[in-house]
């Protein structure tokens, strides 16, 4: 890497991290427990707009992983979830009616929390649809995953964005308050991936899986990006670059071998697919608040509508962890 090009990318973390503390003012704290967090705390961070019906099974899903706080951003939701993230006693949360696209779709408040709360500490960032999977999950709680990626001197570890979603429409399922969303939405694409090389910043870039063939097959290119980089050791000079896509500095988005070997790696299932899905393509389509005006939106609303039927001959029911290791959705390494 050049030196002009070295330089250009520090000054871009900085200019974040300074749109990060700006965009910080537009929090207010609801109820603020974050004098518990503990030096050797995991903590996850999330923004959720009424997410109500998600909110106790995320809780609950995560606790059981381990994570030690919660630290949420609600942006202005009108249903009671608001109030439910408030009362738990190991959540920290915070509310702005501020536009969610002028804050790079919640980036830069969760840049400012981070940069405020989790530096030193391991911090898991994840959407209130999104449930991260390692390998040992079933046996071994996050704080394990930490304590490993310590001592193999790795600041930030990778997982592909897995879309889960039932078989036929998504309409016709029934989820309730609390349920587990796998128990419906348990089916996904074992193959249809395919990923590229950000030169700049090296990290890769993977698309595909049930919405690339589904709405985006005649524009593949426009299909969401599935790569993630959730959990960091952080550091306050950190940023996120787009969404948890990408990181500066850029050594954090090497998560991957660049000798062609495997490189332990995880998944996050996302549980978007359910039928609470029309709803939020309609609203989300008129908000227009997500990536360039809600684009991804309108395409699932012109379509295949609100209710679309993902499943096909090559889909494949979920059982594990150990299940997408041998798919190669996912590796172990040599976390043994």
């Avoid at 399922?173 to 349920?179: E, F, K, L, Q, V």
């Avoid at 890769?204 to 524009?219: C, D, N, T, V």
């Avoid at 948890?244 to 996050?268: A, C, F, W």
Wanted: overall charge positive; proline content about 5%.
């Amino acid at each position: 890497m050049s030196i002009l090009t070295s330089y250009r990318l520090r000054w871009q973390r900085k200019l974040l991290r300074i749109r990060a503390l700006r965009k910080g003012r537009e929090l207010v704290a609801v109820t603020d427990r974050t004098k518990d967090i503990a030096p050797n705390d995991v903590l996850l961070f999330c923004t959720f707009r009424n997410e109500d019906i998600r909110l106790p099974f995320f809780f609950d899903y995560y606790r059981k992983l381990g994570i030690n706080h919660f630290l949420m951003i609600d942006n202005g939701s009108e249903d009671a979830g608001s109030d439910f993230a408030r009362d738990q006693p190991d959540v920290s949360l915070w509310r702005t009616d501020a536009p969610y696209g002028e804050a790079r779709y919640g980036v830069d408040w969760l840049t400012y929390l981070q940069g405020k709360y989790a530096h030193g500490h391991w911090a898991l960032t994840v959407d209130v649809d999104e449930f991260f999977v390692y390998p040992f999950c079933d046996t071994r709680p996050i704080r394990a995953l930490a304590d490993w990626l310590d001592a193999s001197d790795l600041r930030s570890f990778g997982a592909m964005l897995l879309d889960m979603y039932p078989k036929g429409p998504v309409s016709q399922t029934t989820y309730r308050r609390g349920d587990d969303p796998f128990q419906t939405a348990n089916w996904f694409d074992p193959g249809n991936y395919f990923m590229s090389q950000n030169k700049l910043l090296k990290n890769l870039w993977i698309q595909g899986g049930p919405r690339a063939r589904s709405f985006f097959a005649s524009k593949p290119k426009q299909a969401p990006a599935l790569n993630k980089i959730p959990f960091v050791k952080w550091r306050r000079p950190y940023a996120y670059v787009s969404s948890t896509h990408m990181m500066l500095p850029r050594g954090l988005n090497l998560v991957y071998d660049q000798q062609g070997g495997e490189k332990t790696s995880g998944i996050l299932l996302h549980a978007k697919f359910l039928n609470t899905f029309g709803d939020r393509v309609l609203e989300e389509a008129k908000r227009a608040e997500h990536y360039k005006g809600g684009r991804e939106y309108r395409t699932y609303a012109e379509r295949q509508g609100a209710d679309p039927d993902l499943w096909c001959q090559w889909s494949e029911q979920y059982i594990n962890w150990r299940q997408l290791e041998v798919l190669g959705l996912m590796s172990k390494g040599n976390w043994a």
